[in-house]
């Protein structure tokens, strides 16, 4: 069965650098597929972040490319998010799915609150 | 990029048919999915390629797309199917993947 687990800390100061790390059980990272970010702040729509395929390529959400470094970890079978500069406005539920399109397996996501 | 609009919210009874519309210009030339949400809970993919039911879906559950437009039908809603449903697209050009504001759908 396959599980998508994310994993990072909960709050982060404004301005600072959000990390999250995937956990991928029940298929490999290294397969023929590509990896998602998703977002959903409280009581809207999700937001696609960025994606990383089994080679390492990545495409992200043009509002948010300068801010996100997404990457992939052959080694312990995940992929991760970084986001700088964050804001406020970053608040949100974070996911982690296997794409590409449509996302079949979704992690339980983490809520990350920006603040002070 | 491209806005994919829902109606807020649908309203049905028990054992009526819920329909829920998706549209956007892209979406004559792309595939749409469908997901389910309920509340605390990640989206479910209930709707592949506007019409493809994914394995482990309910038979109620079926797709169509016509043009701009994709709908989401369930017939005889039920208690349990009462969540938010996105649909979602993407861009095959560009990578570019977005998602609908979403339909509250009520079944009481």
């Known amino acids: 069965q396959v599980q998508l687990q994310e994993s990072g800390p909960g709050l982060v100061k404004p301005s600072g650098t959000l990390s999250l790390t995937c956990a991928v059980s029940?298929?490999?990272?290294?397969?023929?597929?590509?990896w998602s970010w998703v977002r959903q702040p409280p009581g809207k729509e999700p937001e696609w972040i960025g994606e990383?395929?089994?080679?390492?390529?990545?495409n992200y959400e043009p509002s948010l490319k300068s801010r996100v470094t997404i990457s992939l970890d052959k080694s312990s079978n995940s992929f991760s998010m970084k986001m700088m500069s964050v804001t406020a406005a970053d608040t949100a539920v974070y996911y982690c799915?296997?794409?590409?399109?449509?996302?079949?397996?979704w992690g339980q996501g983490t809520l990350v609150i920006v603040s002070t | 990029s491209h806005e994919l609009k829902q109606p807020p919210s649908v309203s049905v009874s028990p054992g009526q048919t819920a329909t829920i519309t998706c549209s956007a210009a892209?979406?004559?030339?792309?595939?749409a999915y469908w997901y389910q949400q309920k509340p605390g809970q990640a989206p479910v993919l209930v709707m592949s390629?506007?019409?493809e039911r994914p394995s482990g879906v309910p038979e109620r559950f079926s797709g169509s797309g016509s043009g701009a437009s994709v709908t989401l039908t369930i017939s005889g809603a039920q208690a349990e199917d009462e969540a938010v449903y996105y649909c979602?697209?993407?861009?095959?050009?560009?990578?570019?993947?977005?998602f609908g504001g979403g339909t509250q759908l009520t079944v009481l």
């Open positions: 029940g298929d490999s990272v290294s397969e023929n597929r590509w």
């Open positions: 892209a979406l004559a030339k792309q595939y």
């Open positions: 390629k506007d019409s």
């Open positions: 990383v395929s089994h080679t390492g390529s990545t």
């Open positions: 979602q697209s993407a861009h095959a050009g560009s990578g570019t993947v977005i």
């Open positions: 799915a296997r794409g590409p399109v449509p996302f079949d397996r």
